[in-house]
């Protein structure tokens, strides 16, 4: 007997989507979140003139993956309205579109976003496995974004800006680079550009508008050289430039692996044999943080720092 189809109540207002309606959510017999959705605009204006269009039926069903909801897959289901235009020669038709889904994408712009930042110090294949999203298809997603051009009139101030590089291939070879903005406690998505080159980096920078130079705080980065010199030839002293904390903490996580390596080796030499192997896992498990530790872990570490305080 095959599992029904499970009803949910939600407020539009928590898919982060605009000019929408829920009409039905449900949870399929694939554990995956549909949500079927209206439009709430009151007018479809015409691709040609722009002026409001009587309604002329709907279009073809849609549906977008969007972010995750209580952690599971979820799909917006929309038909889009049409209407056509009564002052146009021939009365063109004109099917609508909401702000939050581009024309052929497969995911809301959100779900897009959310895909690009997990990008972030990760690859295409690793992003492909984890989200369950077609390889090639993150590679048009990253092509689509590198093309659009940034729309600075719609920005009001930049904050904090970030940048980030992606590896598109295993081994770290072939980037891009992700430009973000922090403001108003939200990461927003500034531009993709290709390859992480200090000129490609100072052309970009230079096309930022002069008022929303101003508003830029600090910018924030990884210890990539080529970053570091673009900002500092751009903004001079006038910007300060981090560095991203998640590269510091590798770096100094590294000398300490090194470190503790070192130390097991001198214990090697002193202590017996069968001491030595007791403590031999030591350095594996002080890869976790403190509090996962297990208290069989505990036992092992106990006499380590008793013998390398």
């Known amino acids: 007997m095959g599992v ?158 970030g940048l980030d590089e992606i590896s598109l291939k295993k081994g770290h070879r072939d980037f891009v680079t992700l430009v973000t903005y922090y403001h108003e406690d939200q990461v927003r998505l500034l531009a993709i550009l290709e390859g992480r080159q200090k000129a490609t980096l100072e052309t970009f920078f230079r096309q930022i508008p002069r ?17 570091i010199q673009a900002a500092k030839a751009i903004f001079k002293n006038k910007v300060p430039v981090i560095a991203d904390r998640y590269h510091v903490a590798k770096l100094y996580r590294k000398n300490l692996i090194t470190l503790r390596k070192a130390e097991l080796r001198r214990l090697k030499k002193q202590l017996p044999l069968t001491v030595y192997q007791q403590l031999k896992p030591a350095i594996a498990i002080l890869k976790k943080q403190k509090d996962y530790f297990f208290e069989e872990e505990n036992k092992i570490l106990a006499p380590l720092f008793t013998y390398s305080p």
Not at 212 to 224: H, N
């Open 211 to 227: 008022r929303l130079k101003k508003t830029i705080e600090a910018i924030c980065c990884d210890l990539y050289e080529g970053y």
């Open 4 to 161: 029904k189809h499970q009803t949910i109540n939600m407020p539009a207002e928590v898919l982060g989507l605009s000019d929408i309606a829920i009409e039905t959510v449900k949870l399929d017999v694939s554990r995956k979140i549909i949500i079927t959705v209206v439009s709430t605009k009151t007018a479809i204006p015409c691709r040609i003139c722009q002026r409001p269009t009587e309604a002329h039926g709907r279009g073809r069903e849609l549906t977008l993956r969007h972010l995750p909801v209580f952690g599971l897959p979820t799909y917006i289901k929309i038909i889009p309205r049409r209407g056509i235009c009564k002052y146009c020669d021939e009365n063109p038709t004109t099917t609508e579109r909401l702000d939050w889904y581009d024309i052929n994408s497969k995911y809301t712009k959100l779900y897009e976003q959310h895909l690009l930042f997990e990008l972030i110090n990760s690859t295409v294949a690793d992003v492909s496995a984890k989200e369950d999203v077609d390889y090639h298809s993150i590679e048009a997603l990253i092509d689509k974004y590198i093309e659009q051009k940034t729309n600075f009139a719609t920005i009001k101030s930049l904050g904090v800006l």
